[in-house]
């Protein structure tokens, strides 16, 4: 009988697995960013600036695309929420993305990553503020995910942690009432 189970439970837990690799493997169309340089950043670009539109708006990030690259940005959220500057130099766009996402006094420096195509290309660039850790918790305050939607459109969503949008809603403190 004890033999019995064991073989049932491997074989669930076989499963199990199998299942989470396939929905991994077949979840291709979230794309990833890597740590890049500034300099990395040359030809001209469509500079898309998120957020900055209220004083607890920390949720600020700048995307910049190739003017002439195969993919286009398409970011969810309303219309007011972001701003487009088109065609636009790499040394000018990466100038215009720091001055944007540092505009909050707590951000100290900002980080630059590159967006990863499927084939390990480069889809564009994304910089986003880092703020001092003891005024939100953390540096990085927000996740920005990105998908492939019909073979050249990136969808962006940009969020704060949930931690970070708690101590904001909160002023601060603890959310529980409890010690």
């Known amino acids: 009988m004890k033999a019995l189970l064991r073989i049932a439970l491997s074989v669930l837990c076989f499963l199990l697995i199998f299942v989470c690799l396939v929905g991994c493997a077949l979840n291709q169309n979230y794309i990833q960013t890597k740590d890049a340089s500034d300099s990395e950043i040359t030809g ?8 900055a539109n209220h004083y607890e708006d920390i949720a600020t990030a700048a995307m910049l695309v190739p003017t002439e690259g195969k993919y286009n940005l398409d970011i969810y959220a309303p219309e007011w929420a972001y701003r487009i500057r088109k065609d636009v130099s790499g040394k000018d766009a990466v100038a215009i993305a720091k001055d ?3 505009w909050n006094p707590s951000s100290m420096r900002s ?6 195509a499927p084939d390990g290309g480069t889809i564009g ?3 986003r503020p880092l703020y001092m ?8 305050v927000m996740y920005i995910n990105y998908f492939l939607k019909n073979g050249n459109k990136v969808e962006v969503h940009i969020h ?9 809603m909160t002023g601060g403190g603890r959310s529980d009432k409890g010690d």
């Open 100 to 102: 944007f996402v540092r």
């Open 111 to 116: 980080r630059t990553a590159r967006i990863v």
């Open 133 to 140: 850790p003891t005024t939100y918790g953390r540096e990085d």
């Open 125 to 127: 660039y994304e910089i």
């Open 160 to 168: 704060l942690y949930p931690d970070v949008e708690q101590k904001i």
């Open 44 to 51: 001209n670009y469509t500079v898309f600036l998120f957020g």
